[in-house]
Every structure is written in C-alpha cells, then in structure tokens.
C-alpha cells in the first residue's frame, strides 16, 4: 500500500511544477516562445487541478488503514498520475486529440485508472459490510 504515498508524492511534484509553468506563462512570458510552448492553458489548469485530486485520493485510500489489494493501490497510483498527464502533454502540443498513440495512452490510463478505484471501491464496500 506505500505506493499510494509514492503516487500522492508523485502527483503533488507534478502540481508543483504545472503550478511554476503556469505562473510563468502567464506572469514571465518570454519572447518567441509565449502562446508558442504553452498553448492550451485551460488544458494545463485541468491537469493541475486533477493531479491535486488523484493526489488527494492516494492519501485517503492509505489513510483508511484498510487493508487494500496490492495491485488495485498499483493501478491507483499509476492511473493517478497518468489520467492528469494526459491533460498537461495535451497543453503543449495542440493535435493532441488526434494522434493515435495519444489516444492509445489516454485508452490505457482510463482503463487502468477505473480498474484501481473500481476494485478499491468494492474492496471498501466489503469492508463495510
């Protein structure tokens, strides 16, 4: 279950560093390369947003102290911090959405993403009962 922390820390890096890139493409432009590197800002405030989230899930599913799935915390952590991802690679390059290997990517994070809070969720829901 540690990897749980390792994902909360994983995606609560990535908050950072898409915090500073906003602040600068937005505050410090530079010459030549301002709308040109950043250029769906909307996409970069979504992947930061949900690097928050996925974060703050990791740290709640361990927090629980409930013995959970070694593979489902896994699929967590990694879908955790691959579904925000897709958001920040898709705010620096603008056909994004319609590049297969992207689409292929964007395929795999969903599904494994599902797969971890889905089995942790039925694991809760055992727990429960």
Same mark, same amino acid.
């Given at each position: ?14 908050? !950072? ?8 493409? @937005? ?18 405030? @979504?992947? &930061? ?21 070694? !593979? ?12 925000? =991802? ?14 297969? &290997? ?10 494994? =993403? =599902? ?7 039925? =694991?809760?829901?055992? &727990?429960?009962?």
């Amino acid at each position: 279950m540690s990897i749980l922390l390792i994902g909360a820390v994983a995606c609560i890096a990535a908050l !950072l560093l898409s915090a500073w890139l906003m602040t600068f493409a @937005r505050w410090f432009p530079i010459e030549g390369i301002d709308g040109k590197f950043l250029v769906d800002y909307k996409a970069m405030i @979504r992947g &930061h947003i949900d690097y928050a989230l996925m974060a703050l899930f990791n740290l709640a599913f361990f927090g629980m102290g409930i013995d959970l799935p070694v !593979l489902a915390c896994w699929c967590v952590a990694i879908g955790g911090f691959a579904n925000p =991802t897709i958001f920040v690679i898709a705010a620096f390059d603008p056909d994004f959405w319609n590049k297969a &290997h992207w689409k292929i990517f964007s395929l795999a994070s969903f599904l494994i =993403t =599902t797969l971890g809070f889905g089995w942790i969720s039925l =694991t809760l829901l055992k &727990h429960a009962f």
